[in-house]
């Protein structure tokens, strides 16, 4: 029987799995490291390290950035210098010590030791300014954003070399979502023009320094971005939507990237969910987009769920769907 990370490998290589990666298996995510990632606590609200002002209201499934005028970081693009301040990179090596005692632990033949990143740069941009700011300021002011995205890269490329000097990862789970369910919320054109060369730059980095595989998080429709995933040096588009055509994407680019969800977390992480209800979707998911090229899952941005006891339904009915097809 091959490991997670063996049976991983062979999915993703188009070789011989012998049963279906069930989600995040394969990954052992290192999260707790001194370059922080804040978030508020549910029903909270915070000042996170950007200055940004994120609320977790109660009922709601997680974060996120409160843009009222005068909670805005950047008000006017043009300035954006004047009140974007990057946070601290440098710490003291003991305050690396928690974290790598836990990478110590990870048996890297069986898991990946995992470095978890968000925001990424198009969410970073929205944080800052809002998502219709930030989404004018790309036709208005193009000059700003230009500016602004070299800044957030450089601050990006120097979070990845701590995390490439003291933790060592071979693989990286990196947040930024590019669209809503139906669409990208920039076109391809713009996409290639303001997102895709900060993205080569930064994987880049990660593969030219031990990390074997590049992990990308947008639950959202993405189809059309998928050659420029390939080009920045993605392995693996994690919540990848049913509103995509997973299986036209498979047949299309499997072998130059593999695509991990298919299971809208909407349709089976919710107050009222059932185990048949999980089955059938994950059942669907296994039979039309096949073995390879393919991990099935949640499109949730981590190994949990919303509700308790989805996730663990889910890998359940995955190893189910194994012992049907393998």
Same mark, same amino acid.
């Given at each position: 029987?091959?490991?997670? @990370?063996?049976?991983?490998?062979?999915?993703?290589?188009?070789?011989?799995?012998?049963? $279906?990666?069930?989600?995040?298996?394969?990954?052992?995510?290192?999260?707790?490291? %001194?370059? #922080?990632?804040?978030?508020?606590?549910?029903?909270?609200?915070?000042?996170? !390290?950007?200055?940004?002002?994120?609320?977790?209201?109660?009922?709601?499934?997680?974060?996120?950035?409160?843009?009222?005028?005068?909670?805005?970081?950047?008000?006017?693009?043009?300035?954006? @210098?004047?009140?974007?301040?990057?946070?601290?990179?440098?710490?003291?090596?003991?305050?690396?010590?928690?974290?790598?005692?836990?990478?110590?632990?990870?048996?890297?033949?069986?898991?990946?030791?995992?470095?978890?990143?968000?925001?990424?740069?198009?969410?970073?941009?929205?944080?800052?300014?809002?998502?219709?700011?930030?989404?004018?300021?790309?036709?208005?002011?193009?000059?700003?954003?230009?500016?602004?995205?070299?800044?957030?890269?450089?601050?990006?490329?120097?979070?990845?070399?701590?995390?490439?000097?003291?933790?060592?990862?071979?693989?990286?789970?990196?947040?930024?979502?590019?669209?809503?369910?139906?669409?990208?919320?920039?076109?391809?054109?713009?996409? +290639?023009?303001?997102?895709?060369?900060?993205? +080569? +730059?930064?994987?880049?980095?990660?593969?030219?320094?031990?990390?074997?595989?590049?992990?990308?998080?947008?639950?959202?429709?993405?189809?059309?971005?998928? %050659?420029?995933?390939?080009?920045?040096?993605?392995?693996?588009?994690?919540?990848?939507?049913?509103?995509?055509? #997973? %299986?036209?994407?498979?047949?299309?680019?499997?072998?130059?990237?593999?695509?991990?969800?298919?299971?809208?977390?909407?349709?089976?992480? $919710? %107050?009222?969910?059932?185990?048949?209800?999980?089955?059938?979707?994950?059942?669907?998911?296994?039979?039309?987009?096949?073995?390879?090229?393919?991990?099935?899952?949640?499109?949730?941005?981590?190994?949990?769920?919303?509700?308790?006891?989805?996730? !663990?339904?889910?890998?359940?009915?995955?190893?189910?769907?194994?012992?049907?097809?393998?």
């Amino acid at each position: 029987m091959l490991t997670k @990370r063996q049976n991983l490998v062979e999915v993703i290589k188009g070789g011989n799995p012998d049963r $279906f990666v069930k989600q995040y298996e394969a990954f052992k995510m290192i999260m707790k490291t %001194p370059i #922080t990632r804040l978030k508020p606590p549910v029903g909270g609200e915070i000042k996170n !390290e950007w200055g940004v002002t994120l609320r977790w209201p109660e009922g709601q499934l997680g974060s996120f950035p409160v843009h009222t005028q005068d909670l805005k970081v950047i008000k006017d693009i043009t300035k954006w @210098r004047d009140s974007v301040k990057a946070p601290q990179l440098i710490y003291p090596e003991e305050a690396w010590e928690e974290a790598k005692a836990f990478v110590a632990q990870i048996n890297r033949e069986e898991e990946f030791a995992t470095i978890f990143v968000a925001p990424g740069i198009f969410e970073h941009l929205h944080y800052l300014m809002g998502m219709e700011d930030a989404l004018m300021n790309f036709y208005e002011e193009p000059e700003a954003m230009h500016e602004l995205i070299d800044f957030l890269t450089d601050f990006e490329l120097g979070l990845a070399k701590e995390f490439v000097d003291h933790l060592h990862p071979d693989a990286l789970f990196h947040h930024d979502d590019w669209g809503s369910q139906k669409n990208s919320f920039i076109s391809p054109e713009m996409f +290639k023009e303001f997102i895709l060369p900060a993205y +080569k +730059k930064i994987y880049g980095f990660y593969k030219a320094n031990g990390v074997e595989l590049v992990v990308h998080h947008s639950d959202s429709y993405a189809a059309n971005l998928v %050659p420029f995933m390939i080009e920045m040096g993605i392995d693996i588009w994690q919540g990848v939507m049913t509103t995509n055509n #997973t %299986p036209e994407l498979i047949k299309q680019y499997g072998g130059q990237i593999t695509f991990m969800g298919n299971i809208d977390s909407g349709v089976i992480d $919710f %107050p009222g969910w059932t185990r048949e209800n999980i089955a059938e979707h994950v059942e669907r998911a296994c039979r039309t987009c096949g073995k390879l090229y393919f991990i099935p899952g949640a499109s949730q941005g981590l190994g949990v769920s919303s509700f308790p006891g989805v996730y !663990e339904a889910t890998d359940e009915e995955i190893d189910r769907m194994s012992k049907i097809m393998f």
